[in-house]
């Protein structure tokens, strides 16, 4: 059964960093694109970043570019999403999700993600 569970958020001033993390049990994480979305309070659910499974290449929602990093731990089985610059916008429920499709390149595309995790809080505020 693949499970994934995210862990790492929690609340943090305007300016500061957190870094998410997404263990997989249940398959083996560099076989499926990983991406990461958020969802705030009566907002729809966005993507925020992927890493491709294929050659690990990345990419970036412009809301974040330039201040989040996403990598893989194939050791670890694990996906981080190391945020920086954090901003009160940033504030939102974060899902790791698996996309076990055949494109070489993720995309963040929410239906193409089979496999989502729980959620991780992560609040922006002073």
């Known amino acids: 059964q693949l499970q994934l569970v995210e862990s790492g958020g929690g609340l943090v001033q305007p300016g500061g960093s957190l870094r998410l993390s997404c263990a997989a049990s249940?398959?083996?994480?560099?076989?499926?694109?990983i991406g990461w979305f958020r969802q705030a309070p009566g907002k729809e659910r966005e993507g925020v970043s992927c890493?491709?499974?294929?050659?690990?290449?990345?990419y970036y929602a412009d809301s974040v570019k330039g201040r989040f990093t996403i990598s893989r731990d194939n050791a670890k089985n694990t996906v981080y999403l190391q945020m920086n610059s954090l901003k009160p916008e940033d504030t939102a429920v974060y899902y790791c999700?698996?996309?076990?499709?055949?494109?070489?390149?993720?995309?963040?595309?929410?239906?193409?993600?089979?496999?989502w995790g729980q959620g991780t809080q992560v609040t922006v505020s002073s």
């Open positions: 999700a698996a996309d076990g499709t055949v494109q070489a390149m993720c995309v963040l595309i929410s239906v193409w993600y089979d496999s």
């Open positions: 249940g398959f083996t994480l560099d076989y499926y694109h």
């Open positions: 890493i491709s499974r294929t050659d690990g290449s990345t």
